[in-house]
């Protein structure tokens, strides 16, 4: 490459460089406005707490003497003979439609003289012979420790008892006796039940009761056990989901049962005929991530009888109470409630004419407040159950009876800017624009001075005219032809020279002749051949 072309080379990369940095500056400085147009830091809302009201109705139902239930003995009369009941008795029950026996244990202990303190040890367990295997022993109610009346609470699943031929149930109670002047009194007290497996039946013993007498000196005392239990039958049973009672108690862990009532909990099929009373029960907790203090409750429940935004009236079945904390109130609704509430539908059904729906809503409206570090909850949770009292059966839905509503509480805070400038952060591009600015100035700066400042040595003669014959040869590609050597010049008649390459390009345009090009030192020689005829120019340094 010769001199020339080198700089010709140079010259068109400098003015290409120069174009580039003066779009890349541009670019740049726009990105800088851009940039610091937006802000680094944002004001948004954050929370500081998160809290839950949670709300939970329960309800027993009790129902009238009926022979649908009625047709079953739901007790066993007690011996009433001062006979004691053979041991080897055992009371019945079907285990293809029971489905959990629950059992409690109680225990008291009585001196002639008065008692100072009595406090006790007690475990439960259970110990399950099924065929071929090995014993199954569980801790039914692990050792604990407490001080005069015990009474505890456990449950056996149905068919885990139908698989065992014998289970064993033993209650072991280790008292601590301590009487006026006398130091303390070690005892031991234990009670056995047998429950078997015969067949289809699941047998108990009637033997539920023990009385253990004991004396220190001339100190007489009794420890007295009982076993009680009832038997929790299958909803798909032919009887329904009822329970069965023991022949020592009337109770169940629900409420009292009466010798002819039978009670319904949540999810049992209630028959509006047979329906006589139901007791609810409301309970209301507030629930943080952080600390809570003096929570202020305020609560009421209505009755609440209305065609949704038409129509409502509201009849209070609790008064408007204070509570602290955590909360439960009891209500009840009979027969008759229902029957005055059906005769409120009917009025207003004949007053306006048009059919209304006949839902009876339970609400409960608790007002909250309560105070914490980041601020004060004031809210309003409400919670409903419905039923329609028009048909046969009353219908409360379980999914209804647990609800909770979440809560915040939360501040303003300055946070980092999340938007994004090709993957950048705000503060990350205003770093990057402005430093790709300052590169792309200096550049600019440099290159100006290079092409305007810099003086560039004048091309010699020799690459003048060189530089002539790659320009025509590009313009008129195919037109000049390379040779190694001129002509003989005799052969021509005439030799016309020309002053300039470019009337010999237009000769040889006009007469459709190419143009013959041979380079020496210094000297571009071009000819064209017509005939006798020799048209010349010469391109000397």
Known sequence: MSLLQYIALITRTRVLALIIIIILFCVSTFGIFWAYRMPTEIEETIPTLNYQHEGEFDYIVHLKDSYLYGDIPLDINPVTSNISADPSSYLKYPSSFADRLYFTFDYGLNADLPLTNVSEQFEIKVVMQKPAQAKEEIIAVPLTKTTGVLSANFSLDASELALSPTTTITANVYPTIELDGIGPIFESFNQILIIKSNGPLIEVSEDLTNTQQSTFGNIKYEQNGSFDYYVQLKPDSP?????????QSKTSPMAPISESEIILKPGDTIYKKLFDKIDLTFSYKLTADKALRNIENDIQVNAVLENPGVWSKIFPLTPLEQK????????????????????????????????????????????????????????????????????????????????????????????????????LSVRQFRITAITVSGISLILLAYLLWLNFWVKHPKPSPAELINKEFIKAKKKNKGVIIDISELPNTETYNTVIKLDSLNDLISTSDNLLKPIFHITEENKHTYLIIDNLTKYEYISEA
Do not use: W
């Open 324 to 423: 602290n904390g955590s909360f439960t109130v009891s209500f009840s609704l009979d027969s008759t409630d229902l029957d005055y509430y059906s005769n409120v539908f009917s009025a207003v059904t004949n007053e306006i004419g048009a059919t209304v729906p006949n839902d009876l809503v339970i609400k409960a409206d608790v007002h909250t407040v309560a105070q914490t570090a980041y601020g004060q909850i004031d809210d309003l949770f409400s919670q409903t159950i419905s039923t329609n009292i028009a048909g046969n059966i009353l219908e409360l839905k379980e999914n209804d009876l647990i609800y909770s509503q979440p809560g915040t509480i939360t501040s303003n805070a300055m946070v980092p800017n999340p938007d994004k400038f090709m993957g």
């Open 239 to 247: 009887f329904g989901a009822i329970s069965l009672t023991s022949p």
